[in-house]
């Protein structure tokens, strides 16, 4: 009788992504993170979960962006 093995895990593949923040901004950022007992990258993570988590395979159509969103002088 044949002994089973695990398959090995596949690697997760990280990409890294940055943006800058002011010198006030990051010092707003790392007050709050230092209140709330968390870190930043877990903070910034925490927010953008919806974005990061929902829309991996399609968006919904509303979510689209249309040519004319306002159409203030249209009669």
Same mark, same amino acid.
């Given at each position: !009788?044949?002994?089973? #093995?695990?398959?090995k =895990?596949?690697k &997760?593949? @990280?990409?890294?992504? /940055?943006?800058?923040?002011? =010198? #006030?901004?990051?010092?707003?950022?790392? +007050? @709050?993170?230092?209140?709330? %007992?968390?870190?930043? &990258? %877990?903070?910034?993570? %925490? !927010?953008? =979960?919806?974005?990061?988590? +929902? @829309? =991996? /395979?399609?968006?919904? *159509? *509303?979510? @689209?962006? &249309?040519? +004319?969103?306002? /159409?203030?002088? $249209? $009669?």
């Open positions: !009788m044949p002994v089973k #093995r695990k398959r =895990a596949r &997760t593949i @990280y990409k890294i992504i /940055d943006f800058k923040l002011s =010198a #006030r901004q990051k010092k707003s950022l790392r +007050n @709050y993170c230092k209140a709330r %007992k968390t870190t930043p &990258t %877990k903070l910034i993570k %925490k !927010m953008i =979960a919806p974005f990061i988590n +929902n @829309y =991996a /395979d399609s968006v919904p *159509e *509303e979510l @689209y962006n &249309t040519a +004319n969103q306002l /159409d203030l002088f $249209e $009669e």
